[in-house]
């Protein structure tokens, strides 16, 4: 793992390695639940490019997707403090967003138009309130889909609220959150990957969150962070766990659970390695093609884009290149990528 570190750390491919493992993460993270997620669907989702109607298991991994980002792009010991805790299981006390980022023109997140304009006269208020209430909805879903920190609602916070139909109303996960922060100040004194393995074996044997299973990899993660083992990536102990037998990762012996854990955390860095790599490689072979080319080509931004995304659609690559399709379509073919579905009227690249 730290030698994993030490090379994304000098590495001119380290936005790109972090971007494909975030997604291979988040797919691997379903896929340890029994939930099979395509990485093309989960990369054109996040695109905002579906080709069709997400599932629930899609939006799920998107979610896991979006965490992962957002820890990325806070300081190293946020996510185990408290403001940071709070916010990523859903119990409120989100850091806000940054200072002097609006919502709209001028006006705040959840605020009416009757508000904004000045133009509130106490007439039909209620219709006022029902508009005051649908801007509020709007403004938190497009900060959410901004990647913006949102403060949970309350009624999302509290367990009476809950429908029994998918929430086991005893199950108290403020006390079993409490138990699993208690291993973690316990295990304070210990290295940093076997505390890490203690505390992945913690939150599967604890059974934390009923429907947030995938939080503890990650929080785990952010602690080998904080720690500095993996201080410049956020480590894919999902994807490490995957290559574990069940057998191993369900074992009846806690010590045989917890060398499945180290033997995980190993797994992560290995695949870590071998894809930065394998990376490595395909960008010099796809800067070969690079020379004798004009300065206002775009085949080296095109060459960034496929090593920062596990695929990339035509579509894809007319958005961020802004060129037409054929043209998109002729720098793929320039490039010499490979086609990765497989389909005749839909069809996505990647590298070899």
Known sequence: MARLDERLARSPLREGFIERQNFADAAAAL??????????????????????????????????????????????????????FLALTGRGGAVPAAAGQK?????????????????????????????????????????????ADVPARKEETSRRDRPDLIYDLDWDEEERLAEWQAVLAETRELPAVLRAAILLEAWSDIEVLQHGIWLGPLLVSALLRQEGLAAHHLACLHLGAKIIPRERRRARYRSDRLLASLDAIHEAALVGLKEHDRLVMAKSQMERRLKQRRTSSKLAVLVEFVLSRPIVSTGMIQEVLKVSKQGALNLVGELGLREMTGRGRFRAWGIV
Do not use: C, N, Y
């Not at 989702?45 to 997400?54: E, F, G, K, L, V």
């Not at 106490?122 to 900060?143: M, P």
């Open 31 to 84: 896929w340890l639940v029994g939930e099979l997620v395509h990485l093309e669907d989960l990369v054109l989702h996040d695109a905002h490019m579906d080709i069709r109607a997400p599932t629930h298991e899609l939006t799920r991994a998107h979610a896991v997707l979006r965490t992962r980002r957002r820890i990325l792009a806070q300081k190293p010991d946020w996510a185990l403090g408290r403001d940071g």
């Open 103 to 147: 919502t709209g023109e001028g006006q705040g997140a959840g605020a009416s138009p009757v508000e904004a304009d000045g133009r509130d006269d106490g007439e039909d208020d209620l219709l006022a309130e029902e508009f005051a209430e649908i801007d509020a909805v709007l403004a938190r879903s497009s900060k959410i889909l901004s990647g």
